[in-house]
């Protein structure tokens, strides 16, 4: 498997994240407010590599593109995630995440459908206005990517992550993860199987510079495992620093489009490595969205 791939757990982790509103506008949406955006909203729901510990507000629905490209390794990964509040339980939130990747290990095999990823996340503690959040999730991998072509683990898998958020004054917020990801039968490009666990590390500071631009820096570990031969597994680590910002547009309709882009660079283990991602969300009402009452 290619390191992005490997590495792809936490992606999509990250693209499940709704960022805590800055301090001076620390206010939760009520049932009876409107989601629409308005000129002064600040950026939710936009990190990219650490998850944040808020779920959607009710009634909001987002459409998440990103594209990571890595020099050293020649990985690439297109990720679409959306998001779903479930209806009338707001601590509950359902979503996925699908990918197209190419391994720059198997440069014959080009790209293709990467594993997706089906997401429940419980909002245990906190919400949009709180100093501490803390929203543990369960994700289901399924194999949709081939293991062959170094875009898959090759069989089903399972992983969690906690990730809890704190908000440090009006102008800065923090964000921690830790989560493991085991996959009982995973596969090599020969087809040996032998049982796979992962952990992943993350932790972002987020400046709030203005309400809708944004500066974070994140760092994210990952020790990941490898299937060598049959029943035998290799671990390696992946360690990355990202600097990046985000930025918001508004519009009368509800409809809330946060560009962003960072530049992740390794040390440690993966040092030499470096890359680069371009985000891109859609977040808007549904109901409205869809014409629906």
Known sequence: MSRLSSFFPILGAALLAAVVAPGVNLRAQTAAESPAATPSQPIQDNSFLVEEAYNQEAGVVQHISTFTRLWASQDWAYTFTQEWPVPGRPRHQLSYTVAVTSAGAYPGSGPGFGDSLFNYRYQVVGNGESRVAFAPRVTLIAPTGSAGAGRGYGGFGLQTNLPLSVVLGQRFVTHWNLGTTL????????????????????????????PRF????????????AVLARGQTQRSHTLLVSPGIRWAHNFKSGLQIVPGIAVPMGVGPS????????????EHPWRSFYGTQ
């Not at 944004?214 to 495992?225: A, H």
């Not at 030499?272 to 859609?282: A, D, K």
Request: charged share 20%; net charge positive; glycine share 10%.
């Open 183 to 210: 996959i009982p039968k995973a596969r090599n490009a020969a087809g040996e199987r032998a049982s796979i666990t992962a952990y992943n590390a993350g932790q972002s500071i987020v400046w709030l510079a203005k």
């Open 214 to 225: 944004n500066v974070l820096l994140e760092t994210v570990w990952s020790g990941n495992e």
């Open 271 to 282: 040092r030499g490595e470096r890359g680069v991602i371009v985000y891109l969300s859609f």
